[in-house]
């Protein structure tokens, strides 16, 4: 069975001998557009921001060789759990989506199904020159250049690699913007989705996902 | 004095209130313990503020079913069931809640009840990681269950009742009146399976993010687990406060339950700094082997000796 063969309507017969019809585009996935989701009242939607910049919870996933440098911010000596960050293992739960570094278009189709299944508001960073330019993966046969033609970018953070230090600065910038309401990715990644899914689709070759994954 | 149904109820809220935000500050203080330990400086005490606010106010969730929206309903539920029926201050009218005769076989009820009912909504998200997370969760539970039962046989035994308002009266009277000195044994069988209630360290591979991310609450999120993470700051202290009534002569004021509370849930805290996390094979193992014998001696402490 290949990789297509695997979202195609099919018969299952069950150890018990019950025999079901299984439509894993239909029962898996989601089959709705994201919708834009409008803040609540001014005062009640600053009040949120400042809980939310205040609890940024990070998917706990490394798409680069710029991971590396997320343990040492677990550690006594930069210790990112003052600044109200924690790591979360499951996208469902998280609500920072950290690209670390260079992304190849395996891992972008990875990072679109993560985040399209993160509740919003959602905020994205993205660590390197690798994510702005392509870095010295500019003219990779399998990396895209700059990610904000794909996803919606709230903060880059530039460097190859980026310090710890850089990382949590990072944080105290993303924090700024939430507070201002100016980080409203996820509404504009559903404003814009045919566009965002006209460029993801111009480099993933053989697109075998479902559009929507939430 | 007895207050109408009205006044308990109101008082049972305002426990409740007390016993929510107690418990949403020790977990933070707990928390800060654990990275000082580590040399961190640690989050912020009032974290769980912030989270259980950013979670609540999340603007999409998904749902899987009516029995993953239930879920974390049932466990909320055995959360404040627990709380509900227990007395909390002994000797006050205000906070002893609505603790009747043969209310422990009640409370036993509640703390499997949560359980259930979350087993039972995680396994409807259809996620692996929840199902696996579920079955190694009632497994481990199931074993600490039997020598916390046992425990409780040996004070029901011992003080001749079911109910935790007249434990707890039996105990009054200085230091050497708490089962702790009364019955030392079964109070090492319950605190040791005390460990496995609180889930913490040695016995935390079911929430483990490092294992199986995360266990039962994998695709909960949102509010869902807004309700979760509240449940948790009350039922941490709900646990350790049935534990103090049980084991160490309950309190008569608030000072005394904080002071108490605090250092029964720290003891666990405690022991989590200092141990490695266990598979759920070896804490099944662990569980049956030790906490088990020593209920069982407990049992015959309680009956022949006592």
């Known amino acids: ?214 | 004095m007895e207050l109408t149904l009205t006044s308990r109820i109101l008082y049972s809220l305002l426990g409740l209130f007390i016993v929510f935000n107690y418990g949403l500050l020790q977990s933070g203080v707990m928390r800060k313990i654990v990275a000082r330990v580590a040399g961190r400086y640690g989050i912020p005490v009032y974290q769980s503020y912030f989270d259980i606010i950013k979670n609540l106010a999340k603007r999409s969730q998904i749902t899987h079913g009516i029995m993953f929206y239930l879920g974390p309903i049932f466990r909320l539920g055995g959360g404040i069931g627990l709380f509900l029926f227990m007395p909390m201050i002994f000797g006050s009218i205000y906070f002893k809640n609505f603790s009747f005769t043969g209310d422990i076989v009640l409370l036993m009820y509640f703390q499997f009840f949560g359980m259930l009912g979350m087993a039972l909504g995680a396994g409807e998200a259809g996620h692996p990681n929840s199902t696996i997370g579920i079955s190694r969760g009632l497994a481990q539970f199931t074993t600490v269950e039997i020598s916390f039962t046992l425990a409780i046989i040996a004070i029901a035994i011992q003080y001749q009742t079911l109910s935790v308002y007249n434990i707890v009266a039996a105990q009054q009277g200085g230091i050497l009146h708490w089962t702790l000195f009364q019955n030392p044994v079964a109070t090492l069988a319950g605190m040791l399976s005390f460990l496995g209630i609180m889930r913490h360290a040695p016995f935390n591979v079911v929430m483990a993010p490092q294992e199986i991310p995360i266990g039962p609450p994998t695709e909960y999120h949102s509010t869902y687990l807004g309700m979760l993470q509240s449940n948790r700051a009350i039922l941490h202290i709900v646990e350790s406060a049935l534990f103090m009534n049980l084991f160490f002569g309950g309190a008569t004021n608030w000072i005394e339950f904080i002071v108490k509370t605090f250092f029964i849930y720290f003891t666990t805290v405690f022991v989590g700094v200092v141990f490695p996390r266990y598979r759920v094979d070896q804490s099944v193992a662990w569980f049956v082997k030790v906490p088990l014998v020593i209920g069982v001696l407990g049992v015959i402490y309680a009956t022949y000796i006592n």
């Open chain 1, 1 to 214: 069975m290949t990789r297509m063969d695997d979202l195609k309507k099919r018969t299952v017969t069950a150890p018990d001998g019950e025999v079901f019809t299984v439509d894993p585009m239909k029962e898996y996935f989601c089959d709705k557009r994201p919708e834009v989701q409008e803040p609540a009242h001014p005062l009640l939607e600053k009040f949120f921001n400042w809980a939310r910049s205040n609890s940024l919870w990070v998917l706990g996933w490394g798409t680069g060789c710029g991971s590396i440098e997320l343990p040492p911010l677990t550690t006594p000596r930069f210790d990112m759990f003052r600044y109200g960050v924690q790591m979360r293992p499951t996208p469902r739960q998280a609500g920072v989506f950290i690209i670390s570094g260079y992304l190849a278009v395996k891992t972008l189709k990875r990072v679109i199904r993560a985040y399209e299944q993160m509740q919003g508001p959602k905020y994205i960073i993205a660590l390197g020159s690798c994510t702005i330019n392509g870095g010295m993966y500019y003219d990779s046969f399998n990396t895209i250049n700059r990610l904000d033609h794909y996803i919606p970018v709230d903060v880059y953070i530039t460097g190859c690699m980026p310090r710890p230090e850089a990382i949590l600065s990072g944080f105290v910038e993303l924090k700024k913007r939430i507070r201002a309401g100016k980080a409203e990715g996820a509404n504009d990644y559903a404003e814009r989705f045919d566009w965002y899914k006209a460029n993801q689709k111009k480099v993933i070759k053989g697109w075998d996902m479902p559009d929507y994954n939430w």
